[in-house]
Nanobody, 116 residues
Framework: QVQLVESGGGLVQAGGSLRLSCAAS????????MGWYRQAPGKQRELVAT???????NYADSVKDRFTISRDNAKNTVYLQMNSLKPEDTAVYYC??????????WGQGTQVTVSS
C-alpha cells in the first residue's frame, strides 16, 4: 500500500502564492506518475498537474501558465507551486499517485481558498 500526505494548503488573497507538498510512503513503485487533482464545491474532481518519474509533465490548461509541478524522486515527494492564484482556484487539492501497474492512490486532500 501507498500513503500520501499533503501539506501547504491555506487561505490566500487573489494574486498570491502557495506551495503544496505531498510525500509518498509505503510500497512504492519507483516508476510512477504523481501529481495533483482538485475538486471545487459542486464540481467534479479534475486534473491539475502530473509528472512522471522521468520528468514528463501534464497540466490543465487553466493552470499551466501559473502552476509548476516538480518532483524529488529520492524523497518520493511531489510539489505544486501555485502562483497568481485566482478565486476559481479555490478547491480541495488531492495528491495522486498511479503506479506502473495501474493502481491509483490518493491523499486526504488539502483546502486551498483564494479570496478576492
Amino acid at each position: 500500500q501507498v500513503q500520501l500526505v499533503e501539506s501547504g494548503g491555506g487561505l490566500v488573497q487573489a494574486g498570491g502564492s502557495l506551495r503544496l507538498s505531498c510525500a509518498a510512503s509505503g510500497s512504492i513503485f519507483i516508476i510512477n506518475t504523481m501529481g495533483w487533482y482538485r475538486q471545487a464545491p459542486g464540481k467534479q474532481r479534475e486534473l491539475v498537474a502530473t509528472e512522471t518519474t522521468g520528468g514528463s509533465t501534464n497540466y490543465a490548461d487553466s493552470v499551466k501558465d501559473r502552476f509548476t509541478i516538480s518532483r524529488d524522486n529520492a524523497k518520493n515527494t511531489v510539489y505544486l507551486q501555485m502562483n497568481s492564484l485566482k478565486p476559481e482556484d479555490t478547491a480541495v487539492y488531492y495528491c495522486y499517485l498511479r503506479s506502473l501497474v495501474g493502481d491509483d492512490y490518493w491523499g486526504q486532500g488539502t483546502q486551498v481558498t483564494v479570496s478576492s
